[in-house]
């Protein structure tokens, strides 16, 4: 009988387990890019990518369930969550593998169904998200959101190419502190949770570098081909963490230099993941390869978008069966030789660099200035976009652009001037740069008195400007669906605002709760106290009184041991 409830249970799993392959055919893999870059610093590019078959998403094997209930509860079809600190230097490490502005950004791409109210979607989803990842998302509102009309086009595959853009909402928080408690939740997404390339992720290492950046983008994609349009598309959720380590001798007291997983992460790699369809370290070994030494020695040299990399598949140097005679540990040890320089500047020089800086005095008003370098030597047309807070009030016809050479002009522009406490400005430009030129757009705002209630927490601080956001458009077809083939933003500014005196209230309350406790201590003590006649001064000597005090004492003692002394004969 035993025998026969065991076979039972082997077909029933064994069924189970055909009917969810059948659903599901979801794909995980995860890869870590390593990159030396100008100025002594070392790019460390995390990539997780799963993949889950779509709408059988109700079935979940691989994909993370917190993600799967907002696409459906919510209507999604892409979005993009970066938390971002420090600024990447495009200028001198080249254009970023993950493009995000400093602080907090979002953007999503929602459903095209009318019957849809986006404004109530976008509000209950940033309060969603704020929750799994332990962030101040809440905090985007219709005051601080707008819909990018060029910039930000669908990234995956879609039913209609020309996509309604009142379907699309973007938002960024400049302010923003980015976290371990950010790091956690995001690790819990994962289909391995301590094994594979997330064991190298502690919070302590990676967010005391210079630059350091969260994501989590979600798409659809065709698994088969490259076509905008498919027939069987498929979810990619691709979680990525970038960070900008400091390498140089200097800061590692160590020449030559020498560097290992453990100096870098403080961890090693013990246990792999065998959710994992790829799992894989590659080190860039484009330039100067020659002049320093890896170990272990890679056994292959791959080529990916015209960069050449030191591939190393974590399987060969780990089993997944523990027992097997391989490595306990997988680390991967850089050893500088004698000849080993830094490079001064990228290789590449960037095609379009970007600078933006405040102008003004005083606290009433005030200008921005963005600097655009075209570097190649051919025209470029680009888009330029900026969603600034309402307290900044943008004046349109301050908006001017000066170049070295009349070739230069606005091609196209979008306005959507602000309103007090309920939209921000958002101002987008399609813009022409002639070869080896620059130029400089500029526009003056007026700052908005606050109320006392508006000021964030330390208000004195001032408030942030949004990083402007760049891409190059293709030069061949401006309205494919992936029309531009660079994206990067430019600084964040801190503009100061005026702020009334916080510390009069205080002073005001002191002041008042002194004069009150002083009228009040004084009529409390006028009515609680007890007033008694003092009767009038006596003619006698004072010997005289005192002497007849003392005898009245004396005759009293006595009259109490005679009443003791006879109260006891009676007794016995």
């Not at 009988?1 to 189970?16: A, D, N, P, Q």
């Not at 065998?274 to 791959?302: G, H, M, N, Q, W």
Request: hydrophobic fraction near 35%.
């Amino acid at each position: 009988m035993l025998f026969v409830i065991e076979i039972i249970t082997s077909l029933l799993f064994i069924s189970t387990l055909a009917q969810g392959s059948s659903q599901t055919d979801d794909l995980f893999t995860e890869e870590l890019k390593l990159k030396p870059l100008p100025g002594g610093f070392l790019e460390a590019h995390f990539q997780f990518k799963t993949r889950s078959s779509f709408p059988n998403i109700a079935h979940y094997d691989l994909f993370p369930l917190a993600i799967g209930d907002i696409i459906t509860q919510f209507h999604i079809d892409e979005f993009q969550l970066s938390l971002t600190q420090g600024y990447w230097r495009h200028a001198l490490w080249g254009y970023s593998p993950q493009p995000t502005p400093p602080g907090a950004e979002l953007w999503i791409w929602f459903s095209e169904n009318p019957n849809l109210d986006i404004d109530k979607l976008w509000s209950g989803l940033t309060n969603t998200l704020s929750g799994i990842f332990c962030a101040s998302l809440n905090s985007i509102k219709s005051s601080n959101s707008a819909s990018p009309q060029i910039i930000f086009s669908p990234r995956g595959v879609s039913e209609n190419v020309d996509r309604n853009r009142t379907f699309l909402r973007y938002a960024t928080l400049p302010r923003e502190i980015v976290c371990t408690e950010n790091l956690t939740p995001w690790k819990k997404l994962l289909p391995c949770h301590s094994r594979g390339l997330v064991q190298l992720l502690d919070g302590i290492p990676l967010y005391s570098q210079p630059h350091h950046s969260l994501s989590v983008t979600l798409r659809r994609v065709c698994p088969h081909s490259s076509s905008p349009r498919c027939t069987d598309p498929v979810l990619e959720l691709t979680q990525s963490i970038l960070a900008v380590f400091d390498v140089s001798p200097n800061s590692i007291g160590e020449v030559p230099l020498k560097w290992s997983f453990s100096t870098l992460f403080k961890r090693s790699i013990t246990r792999v993941c065998s959710l994992a369809t790829e799992s894989t370290v590659k080190f860039d070994v484009t330039e100067d390869s020659d002049s320093y030494k890896l170990s272990p020695k890679s056994r292959e040299i791959i080529s990916e978008n015209g960069r050449n990399y030191a591939n190393y598949k974590i399987s060969e140097f780990i089993s997944p069966i523990p027992g097997k005679s391989k490595s306990k540990s997988f680390t991967l040890n850089f050893n500088s030789l004698s000849a080993f320089k830094f490079p001064t500047s990228h290789a590449t020089p960037p095609a379009v660099t970007s600078h933006r800086y405040l102008t003004g005095v005083g606290e009433e008003g005030g200008g921005v200035t963005t600097l655009i370098t075209n570097n190649l030597h051919d025209d470029v047309d680009l888009v330029y976009m900026e969603v600034l807070p309402w307290a900044t009030r943008v004046y349109l016809h301050t908006y001017r652009l000066q170049s070295s050479t009349n070739k230069a002009g606005i091609r196209w522009q979008y306005y959507r001037p602000g309103r007090d406490r309920l939209l921000p400005y958002h101002i987008e430009t399609v813009l022409h740069i002639p070869a080896r030129s620059e130029i400089s757009l500029s526009y003056q705002f007026q700052r908005a008195h606050l109320k006392w209630t508006e000021h964030v927490p330390d208000p004195h601080h001032g408030i942030y400007i949004g990083s402007g956001v760049i891409s190059i458009m293709s030069p061949t077809n401006h309205t494919a669906p992936n029309y531009y083939v660079i994206k990067f933003y430019n600084e964040a500014l801190l503009v100061t605002l005026m702020t009334p005196d916080f510390s009069m209230p205080y002073n005001v309350i002191c002041l008042s709760c002194t004069i009150v406790a002083m009228a009040f201590s004084a009529l409390h003590n006028a009515i609680t106290r007890i007033f008694s006649p003092t009767p009038p001064p006596s003619s006698t000597p004072k010997w005289k009184i005192w002497m007849t005090k003392v005898i009245d004492i004396v005759t009293k003692t006595i009259e109490k041991i005679k009443l003791k002394l006879g109260f006891k004969i009676k007794q016995s």
